[in-house]
């Protein structure tokens, strides 16, 4: 009497292989870090683009000239092009002299004093300049516009200068290099990279570095021995991958944009179809590299050297138009081209076609990728030899 052996149904089967691969994960803790590390530099470049945006609203604040009399100076200075766009505020003179506390909608203040002395009936005047970033532009333009003017009305005068904080006011954030990230089209094409370079590491490089492992120790080839079918082996890996791809890239794309979680929610289609299938295309270049070399130590080599060779095309398709065609059939143009579109958004119903027009182009050419890699990966992929 022969026992009957119950074979796993097809989908349970694929959940194993997928779960097998978050415990292989779970084993190599490196590529989590690595992962996490551009997850990490995200989170840096939002802070830099936060500084870089208060500098901006702080730069666009207007500055005061506060005084307690009126006076030709000050009649001058209102009736100066610069004095149209500054704020004229007058207090009285016990006030100015201890320092008065100002909104925080001013971002600048200079303070004039003016009083007659008795030395030769020469007239005196206090200037004291204030600033949250004692180095700010700002701040010299307006002391350059006010010493302009005293020096034109009289050089004769008696001037007195002082440069002080604001009272109770935070300096302006630094920024820590020269983009501007308080702009779109940096934080787009910043961002864009990131996003971009989180997909390729771990639907790529990870992929290539785990699947070659198990093809040169036999792995593959034992599952084989199995029920479990090879379009069963790259299916599994193809969902792991992608899954944590997306995952890490919506969250990059949360940090760096800065959206709403409920926001993100109401177009979480959009971003997974997006960000799935441009980590598919990944997914299906590193199959195909996989799958044509024996070892782990060639594919890695292969992969960098894809790398390499994406970069060059990138840099030629300028200057030539063969590698400019080349270039517009490559999906990862395509998915650079989407991700800092998604990052500064389309401005105009002509760039909402153009995003159109990458995301089609994604769908379409990381498809064809994946056909060719899963009759390559059926074939030959999971065979050791």
Not at 6 to 24: A, D, Q
Not at 57 to 72: I, K, M
Not at 114 to 125: D, I
Not at 142 to 152: D, E, I, N
Request: net charge positive; with cysteine.
């Amino acid at each position: 009497m022969s026992a009957s052996v119950k074979t796993p149904g097809y989908w349970r089967l694929l959940w194993v292989l997928y779960c097998k691969e978050w415990f292989r994960l779970k084993r190599n803790p490196a590529a989590m870090m690595a992962a996490g590390l551009i997850v990490l530099m995200a989170f840096l470049v939002s802070l830099e683009n936060r500084a870089s945006r208060i500098a901006q609203r702080q730069a666009q604040q207007p500055c005061a000239v506060v005084y307690s009399l009126e006076t030709p100076l000050i009649a001058a200075l209102k009736a100066s092009k610069t004095g149209q766009t500054t704020r004229f505020i007058q207090l009285d003179a016990s006030t100015l002299n201890h320092g008065p506390k100002y909104a925080s909608s001013i971002s600048c203040v200079a303070e004039i004093q003016e009083s007659p002395a008795a030395n030769h009936g020469q007239q005196q005047v206090a200037l004291t300049f204030r600033a949250g970033d004692l180095n700010s532009p700002q701040l010299a333009h307006l002391s350059r516009w006010v010493l302009g003017k005293v020096a034109t009305l009289n050089p004769q005068l008696a001037l007195t200068q002082q440069l002080k904080p604001l009272t109770e006011r935070k300096p302006t954030p630094t920024t820590l290099g020269k983009i501007d990230l308080g702009s779109d089209q940096a934080k787009g094409m910043i961002g864009g990279m990131m996003i971009f370079s989180a997909q390729f590491f771990i639907c790529c490089a990870m992929f290539i570095g785990f699947t070659g492992y198990e093809r040169e120790r036999g792995v593959l080839q034992a599952l084989a021995l199995t029920t479990t079918q090879p379009g069963q082996m790259i299916f599994a890996k193809l969902l792991f991958h992608v899954s944590v791809s997306v995952l890490t890239s919506v969250l990059i794309y949360k940090i760096i944009s800065g959206m709403p979680w409920d926001m993100m929610l109401h177009f979480a289609y959009f971003f997974i179809t997006i960000f799935g299938f441009s980590s598919m295309g990944f997914v299906a270049i590193a199959t195909i590299i996989t799958s044509l070399n024996r070892t782990q130590t060639t594919a890695s080599l292969v992969g960098f050297c894809y790398l390499m060779l994406m970069g060059v095309i990138f840099a030629l398709a300028t200057k030539i138009k063969a590698f400019a065609l080349i270039k517009g059939m490559m999906f990862e143009n395509h998915a650079i081209q989407l991700f800092q579109m998604l990052l500064y958004g389309p401005a105009s119903k002509m760039q909402g076609i153009t995003m159109f027009y990458h995301m089609l182009a994604i769908v379409v050419l990381s498809n064809l990728l994946w056909l060719v890699a899963y009759q390559l990966f059926k074939r030959r992929g999971w065979r050791m030899g």
